[in-house]
């Protein structure tokens, strides 16, 4: 019984199957390596290829014994998601199908889906509930959205059993210290945050300050990388038990601002983070809090991880690995 992790590479992929395999599971990844990082694998198998190559998941999967599949392999910059939608509907949503075809070919009817926040928009109302109505602004949630739509199908058709867990903000690093956040571009707020810290970047651009929050920044749901990791395992570990498909958000239940995230970074490491406010970025909505009531009741998920936890585990593994994986 091994699971095949797509994307086990990358960030929140290689800190699941780093779970994974301390909890004795046997796992096999495969990974295109355009944005993962063959270092970030421990303790499996890495097959460098792509989910879209029905021959190789084919092979993996008779090869290895794959009963299940936790699909993160995607891309998930929203920006360039606006600029090069092709890219985005080409990889994540086609691909994505492709493979879907090879692991039902094969008779796996277990799959656990990364999903995102992003396919709510700009909700009116928080903490965000699971069933209100999605809305996404941008390509990657409509990828996604167009997914989750696609697994409820194939659920009914051919009864393939799926959890799909939308990630509000990732964030942090394995307490061990041994993998961590490195995306190339960085665009993401704490690790940015970071690099000016270790003097990597000039300063922080803020984007904008006259959102409908209390200090006019973003108000974001930041949640613990392995505490995402651990959220997979059960989630899995439910669809082994016979579990139906359903969807689920994994966040911390908290919001934070831009402004209280830099604040709370200079009171970790003791100095000023230099900073700017610049314009907004474009389809940043003012708030996003993911009510995490479902999870919490279904799975008995709970959050372990702090802010704090974030901060000190991001800073260790940033401040060890300047230059991340160095591949
Ligand atoms: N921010 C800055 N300056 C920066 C980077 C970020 O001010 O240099 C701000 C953003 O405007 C935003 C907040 O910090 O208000 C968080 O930004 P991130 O880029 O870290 O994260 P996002 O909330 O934009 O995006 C995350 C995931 C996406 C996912 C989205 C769901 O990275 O994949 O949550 O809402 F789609």
């Known amino acids: ?68 599949v936790i699909h993160f392999a995607a891309d998930s910059l929203v920006e360039e998601s606006m600029m090069e939608p092709r890219k985005y509907y080409h990889n994540n949503v086609i691909k994505t199908i492709k493979l879907l075809d090879a692991i039902l070919k094969n008779s796996i009817n277990k799959i656990v889906f990364s999903s995102t926040a992003a396919v709510y928009g700009s909700p009116k109302e928080v903490p965000i509930q699971e069933n209100i109505e999605l809305k996404p602004t941008n390509v990657y949630g409509r990828t996604k959205r167009m997914i989750e739509n696609v697994l409820e199908d194939y659920d009914m058709a051919y009864g393939l059993k799926y959890i799909a867990l939308r990630y509000f903000n990732a964030a942090g690093a394995c307490v061990t210290g041994e993998i961590g956040e490195d995306h190339s571009p960085e665009s993401h707020l704490i690790p940015i945050i970071l690099q000016v810290a270790l003097g990597k970047r000039d300063k922080l651009i803020i984007y904008g300050n006259d959102y409908h929050t209390k200090d006019g920044t973003c108000i974001r749901d930041y949640v613990h990388v392995s505490d995402l990791a651990e959220a997979h395992i059960l989630a899995l570990e439910a669809l082994e038990g016979g579990k139906d498909s359903t969807i689920y958000n994994v966040g911390n239940g908290k919001g934070f601002s831009v402004k209280e995230i830099v604040l709370e970074i200079e009171k970790f490491i003791g100095k000023e983070i230099p900073k700017e406010i610049s314009l907004r970025r474009p389809g940043d909505p003012d708030i996003l809090i993911a009510s995490i009531e479902k999870i919490k009741k279904e799975l008995g998920w709970h959050p372990k991880y702090t802010l704090y936890d974030i901060i000190e585990t991001a800073w260790r593994w940033h401040n060890s690995h300047p230059q991340g994986f160095e591949e």
């Open 1 to 68: 019984m091994t699971v095949l992790v797509t994307g086990g590479a990358g960030y929140i992929g290689s800190h699941t199957v780093r779970a994974l395999v301390d909890k004795g599971r046997s796992v096999v990844v495969l990974d295109n390596l355009q944005k993962g990082h063959k270092q970030a694998v421990k303790g499996a198998d890495l097959v460098i290829g792509d989910i879209s190559n029905e021959e190789l998941v084919t092979e993996i999967i008779k090869k290895y014994d794959v009963t299940s």
